[in-house]
């Protein structure tokens, strides 16, 4: 089992964003918030203090999220990247990301965040 993590959860999707802190919350980990632009995921990730982000490819505005990707993978931060389907490839720095499926589930959710964190 893995060990619990904070979490910072990215989605503009209120429900989804309430739905992913109720399953992070049963499977033990800790949502440190949620946020909904990628210029407060920005400002979120410059902070830090968290140990992996459930990252929406898109935001508020259809927004792609790959500059808080980028901001992530410069922490050393792992994430998780959430879509229903990505239409786009995702740019070659993220091309190999850790996908989480829509629609969720707690066990989807579970094996994603064990593949962040395979020694944990």
Not at 17 to 26: F, G, R, S
Not at 97 to 106: E, Y
Request: hydrophobic share 45%.
């Amino acid at each position: 089992m893995l060990t619990p993590k904070s979490i910072l959860v990215i989605e503009d999707e209120p429900l989804i964003a309430m739905m992913l802190e109720d399953y992070l919350d049963v499977l033990g980990h800790k949502v440190v918030g949620t946020v909904d632009t990628v210029a407060e995921a920005l400002d979120r990730v410059a902070k830090g203090d968290f140990d992996a982000a459930i990252l929406d490819v898109h935001l508020r505005g259809n927004e792609p999220s790959w500059p808080v990707a980028d901001a992530l993978s410069d922490g050393g931060i792992p994430f998780l990247l959430a879509t229903g389907g990505l239409t786009d490839q995702p740019p070659a720095r993220h091309a190999d990301a850790r996908i989480l499926a829509k629609p969720f589930t707690i066990d989807g959710i579970r094996a994603a965040l064990n593949r962040c964190f395979p020694d944990a």
